[in-house]
């Protein structure tokens, strides 16, 4: 299966690749910008993809509130390109395509109400992949952090609240914003198993099990064995700040219908990330 990935350098774009082995070429973005149309003709002519992996994203909140034009180009534009030369395009996306303002967590076909620039730049690009490709499958997810860090975030969620620990010797982390932080070597795998599964249309895909963002670090401090203090704290929005959903809990009913495995409990797949990234405490 020759594959193409998009947004090389990223956390799950690794582990697909590494998953996929030499049938897969992944292109960073120095290499592959994919706003720009010729240069997809170029590597759609070198790899000859029967799949496209979909990887690539604008995602931080703050600059896509900023920087309108560039979310949409990355997140909604370079998709309907990709789509249209896809024979078959497995396009990632995100539980922030929900407002959050519900208890009950979230299935496939529950209507989404985007409520940033960011989350209505991806629920579009959904529509894109879904439009110009006949063979698509969009994957909603949440939380990610992976082997390979977040480069465009000074590295992912866990590694941040490690550092942060250290240097300031505390922390206050939001108690109201509920997810499923997900680790992308769990995720390739079920991606993977939907591909083989034949899966197309949208499907959720996330760790099983949920938390808050303040009980994901303390777990996360736990493992390390960093002994600091952390403030629940409660979500607030400054005049034009980014609404982020407080409850981002995704449902599988359509993933479950399709036979497809879960995702290990996210406690159970955070301790294993710790031990291969050696943070976990001796």
Not at 44 to 71: G, K, W, Y
Request: with cysteine; hydrophobic share 45%.
């Amino acid at each position: 299966m020759r594959a193409l990935i998009t947004g090389g350098a990223g956390q799950l774009a690794h582990d697909l690749s590494a998953l996929l082995g030499e049938s897969a070429r992944a292109y960073e973005r120095q290499e592959l910008d994919i706003t720009d149309a010729a240069a997809l003709d170029r590597a759609f002519a070198e790899v000859q993809p029967e799949i496209v992996f979909n990887c690539a994203a604008f995602h931080n909140l703050d600059v896509c509130e900023r920087d309108a034009d560039t979310s949409w180009a990355v997140n909604v534009g370079a998709v309907r390109e990709l789509a249209r030369r896809s024979p078959r395009l497995v396009h990632i996306s995100t539980n922030y395509v929900f407002d959050g303002r519900r208890d009950e967590p979230y299935a496939e076909h529950d209507a989404p109400s985007p409520r940033s620039i960011y989350a209505l730049t991806k629920l579009a690009g959904e529509y894109m992949a879904l439009a110009y490709c006949d063979n698509a499958l969009v994957v909603r997810s949440a939380g990610l952090y992976g082997l390979h860090g977040s480069a465009s975030k000074g590295g992912n969620f866990v590694q941040r609240m490690i550092a942060r620990s250290r240097e300031q010797g505390q922390l206050g982390v939001v108690a109201d914003q509920r997810l499923q932080p997900t680790f992308t070597a769990d995720l390739a795998g079920a991606i993977l198993d939907a591909v083989q599964a034949a899966a197309n249309g949208v499907l959720h895909l996330t760790a099983d099990g949920a938390c808050s963002w303040y009980e994901f670090t303390v777990a996360i401090l736990e493992q390390a064995g960093i002994d600091v203090p952390v403030e629940p704290t409660t979500t607030t929005i400054s005049p034009g700040g980014v609404d982020r959903p407080l409850n981002g809990v995704l449902a599988r009913p359509r993933a479950d219908s399709l036979g497809i495995a879960r995702l290990r409990p996210w406690r159970d797949a955070l301790a294993d990330y710790m031990r291969r990234a050696d943070l976990a405490a001796a």
